[in-house]
T-cell receptor, first 113, second 113 residues
Framework: KAGVTQTPRYLIKTRGQQVTLSCSPI?????VSWYQQTPGQGLQFLFEYFSETQRNKGNFPGRFSGRQFSNSRSEMNVSTLELGDSALYLCASSSSALNTEAFFGQGTRLTVV | GENVEQHPSTLSVQEGDSAVIKCTYS??????FPWYKQELGKRPQLIID?????GEKKDQRIAVTLNKTAKHFSLHITETQPEDSAVYFC????????????FGRGTSLIVHP
């Protein structure tokens, strides 16, 4: 079956702009999580959506938001971009069962200039 | 919330040697401990996981050990090969609360031929 798909793969934005990233989970997976990956900081959890509801949230400012649609596809939005938002943004999908494998997408590389 | 510490941040070994990566966690309620491998430019992928009712698990050249009393778990790779070169992330997942895994900061493993 198809894996987790993220679009776009690369993005260059200017400070102050906003950006929307998209994630299509594996068919049948209802949980979608978003992570920010920067060198030396590992995988920082942003938020998780399950059945169109934000179920968990990490410690990121309100400029970072997301949503999930009825087909489980998820979008992440970052407003008023800052240089420090430059990172690889990964989404992961998993089944509804607890403590199961998270399947990651290839990520979106965001560069803020 | 959960806090996962991972060491070392960089590990350099000769081909054929063993490599050990160690992680500690803070929440005694955590009961699922996956390990992910991320090759350069690729997505993180699960390589092995262990649950708290098991002390050790092996899969060919890789093994994971868990000490729940001390709240630490380790990844062991034997007979390392150049294709083992990657960043490895450990994670811990809470049983009673959010099951979103908390990741360590990663270990960059370099295997020299």
């Amino acid at each position: 079956k198809a894996g987790v798909t993220q679009t776009p793969r690369y993005l260059i934005k200017t400070r102050g702009q906003q950006v929307t990233l998209s994630c299509s989970p594996i068919s049948g997976h209802r949980s979608v999580s978003w992570y920010q990956q920067t060198p030396g900081q590992g995988l920082q959890f942003l938020f998780e959506y399950f059945s169109e509801t934000q179920r968990n949230k990490g410690n990121f400012p309100g400029r970072f938001s997301g949503r999930q649609f009825s087909n489980s596809r998820s979008e992440m939005n970052v407003s008023t971009l800052e240089l420090g938002d430059s990172a690889l943004y990964l989404c992961a999908s998993s089944s509804s069962a607890l403590n199961t494998e998270a399947f990651f997408g290839q990520g979106t590389r965001l560069t803020v200039v | 919330g959960e806090n996962v510490e991972q060491h070392p941040s960089t590990l350099s070994v000769q081909e054929g040697d063993s490599a050990v990566i160690k992680c500690t966690y803070s929440d005694s309620a955590s009961n699922y401990f996956p390990w992910y491998k991320q090759e350069l430019g690729k997505r993180p992928q699960l390589i092995i996981d262990i649950r708290s009712n098991v002390g050790e698990k092996k899969d060919q050249r890789i093994a994971v050990t868990l000490n729940k009393t001390a709240k630490h778990f380790s990844l062991h790779i034997t007979e390392t090969q150049p294709e083992d070169s990657a960043v490895y992330f450990c994670a811990a997942s809470e049983a009673g609360g959010s099951y979103i895994p908390t990741f360590g900061r990663g270990t960059s493993l370099i295997v020299h031929p």
